[in-house]
């Protein structure tokens, strides 16, 4: 008897911390680190402060779990979307632009996650929590360079490895300047691409060059 009622109690604990912690990160997006509270959480959750407390010591706890499940579920995502075996029936050029158009909407769909979460790791730094949070974002960027890389034979760079890593790095740095990075880029209006469409046709044009394959033009 004990357990047929220990069953639904624990099957509702489980419900009310998923109901916690999609809380969390969408109060973490929409109010950044500063205004993400616990009474906050708990009212977008609908429980009470005293029940996140019960499940979590302080909001940096929160957020630590948080995060980690964002970036886990981040890479889960990428191995099922795409897979060495599917990379290898697209052409190069074109999976290139397909990683770069997803990436670009995906960083200004989450502009206001992302950058929170930037912030919070970084945050963190000498941490544990920081070490898993850093191990599992190059864990996702090492798989997407082997994505990359079973197109090798195409890459006319003399290190196919150090060069996909490099465009990769070059891409994400610059899509977080434009992007995540907090500040004012009127002075700059000349030289950035007018659109995202521009963005992306210049971003695939400098991956692939750096990459050694000319001569591609990119929809849009």
């Given at each position: 008897?004990?357990?047929?009622?220990?069953?639904?109690?624990?099957?509702?604990?489980?419900?009310?911390?998923?109901?916690?912690?999609?809380?969390?990160?969408?109060?973490?997006?929409?109010?950044?680190?500063?205004?993400?509270?616990?009474?906050?959480?708990?009212?977008?959750?609908?429980?009470?402060?005293?029940?996140?407390?019960?499940?979590?010591?302080?909001?940096?706890?929160?957020?630590?779990?948080?995060?980690?499940?964002?970036?886990?579920?981040?890479?889960?995502?990428?191995?099922?979307?795409?897979?060495?075996?599917?990379?290898?029936?697209?052409?190069?050029?074109v999976f290139v632009e397909h990683v770069i158009a997803s990436?670009?909407?995906?960083?200004?769909?989450?502009?206001?996650?992302?950058?929170?979460?930037?912030?919070?790791?970084?945050?963190?730094?000498?941490?544990?929590?920081?070490?898993?949070?850093?191990?599992?974002?190059?864990?996702?960027?090492?798989?997407?360079?082997?994505?990359?890389?079973?197109?090798?034979?195409?890459?006319?760079?003399?290190?196919?490895?150090?060069?996909?890593?490099?465009?990769?790095?070059?891409?994400?740095?610059?899509?977080?300047?434009?992007?995540?990075?907090?500040?004012?880029?009127?002075?700059?209006?000349?030289?950035?691409?007018?659109?995202?469409?521009?963005?992306?046709?210049?971003?695939?044009?400098?991956f692939l060059s750096y990459l050694g394959i000319e001569q591609?033009?990119?929809?849009?």
């Open positions: 008897m004990a357990k047929k009622t220990l069953a639904p109690q624990q099957a509702r604990s489980r419900e009310s911390t998923r109901k916690l912690l999609k809380a969390a990160a969408e109060v973490l997006g929409q109010h950044g680190v500063e205004g993400t509270t616990i009474p906050r959480i708990a009212q977008h959750a609908g429980l009470t402060p005293g029940a996140v407390y019960r499940r979590f010591p302080d909001k940096d706890a929160l957020l630590e779990t948080v995060i980690i499940g964002i970036l886990e579920r981040q890479d889960e995502r990428l191995r099922i979307a795409l897979t060495p075996a599917m990379a290898r029936q697209i052409p190069l050029p990436m670009l909407v995906s960083y200004r769909a989450n502009a206001r996650l992302l950058r929170a979460l930037r912030q919070f790791v970084q945050g963190r730094d000498h941490t544990l929590f920081c070490k898993k949070a850093v191990r599992l974002e190059m864990r996702t960027f090492q798989y997407l360079v082997e994505l990359f890389l079973v197109h090798r034979k195409e890459v006319k760079h003399p290190d196919p490895q150090m060069a996909v890593s490099f465009a990769l790095m070059m891409l994400t740095s610059t899509l977080i300047e434009l992007i995540l990075v907090d500040h004012d880029l009127k002075n700059w209006q000349t030289v950035i691409p007018k659109d995202d469409q521009s963005l992306k046709r210049e971003l695939v044009r400098s591609y033009r990119a929809e849009g």
